[in-house]
């Protein structure tokens, strides 16, 4: 039998209901056609109707459903995480508590040696780097280094930035200079870490670099958020 489903990287697949003219990800609710030729033609119509716009939608609905799985998922192991703390030998118990309690008690010295470090980057490098680039006579090859120089001191920077970032979700620093958590800021970091590991985007400022350089930017071959596509399956 064939289906027709819409692919999404974060929900993944729904498929295609004609009774409703809807999506769904069950299986056993979705159309079935006989042949693979029957299943093309309501593909193509699909197509003409906006099934796109409607796939767009839907697709909404299931990250919405997805990002509450996670919200109770999330909380259920943690509730876990407790229960075996609970019931953990004190040596167990007490060799967590003394990691955890480490880790927040050195995060402000953390905080400031990835600040050093972000600033080095920022600072000292990129001016370095700058300079010679804007006061120096250099050949093809030599400038090809120093590009090369300059990306991996800003992928250094990145990842500076990220452990500052993951940080800042755990931790809330004052005027003053003190480094204080909670629990709502460990649940908040629990949450935000995965953000991270996103593919991250540039909007350009200039427009004319956005114009020169923007393609140098996009992913090679580039995928369409939805796909429409066709499953087939053999009994």
């Known amino acids: ?3 027709v489903i ?3 990287e974060e929900v993944g697949a729904c498929y295609y209901r004609q009774k409703d003219k809807d999506f769904t990800k069950d299986l056993m609710a979705a159309s079935k056609w006989p042949t693979v030729s029957r299943a093309e033609e309501i593909l193509a119509e699909l197509s003409k109707t906006g099934a796109q716009e409607l796939a767009i939608e839907e697709t909404a609905k299931l990250k919405q459903q997805v990002k509450q799985e996670q919200v109770v998922k999330k909380d259920t192991e943690l509730r876990e995480y407790a229960h075996q703390l609970l019931t953990a030998k004190d040596r167990e118990f007490y060799a967590e508590l003394e990691r955890v309690s480490r880790f927040l008690a050195a995060s402000p010295y953390l905080l400031e040696e990835i600040s050093a470090k972000i600033s080095q980057e920022d600072g000292t490098v990129l001016q370095d780097l700058l300079h010679t680039i804007e006061l120096g006579d250099y050949r093809a090859h030599e400038g090809l280094a120093l590009l090369k120089d300059l990306r991996a001191s800003r992928k250094k920077r990145r ?13 809330t620093k004052t005027t ?5 958590t909670t629990s709502d800021k460990a649940q908040l970091a629990l949450t935000k870490l995965g953000n991270l590991q996103t593919e991250r985007n540039y909007n350009y400022r200039n427009s004319s670099l956005q114009a020169k350089y923007a393609n140098l930017l996009e992913k090679k071959p580039v995928q369409n958020l939805l796909q429409l596509f066709k ?3 053999q009994n």
Do not use: E
């Open 159 to 171: 990842y500076y930035k990220d452990r500052q970032q993951s940080l800042t979700y755990l931790l």
């Open 1 to 3: 039998m064939t289906y």
């Open 176 to 180: 003053t200079g003190q480094v204080t």
């Open 6 to 8: 819409v692919k999404n």
């Open 231 to 233: 499953l087939t399956w």
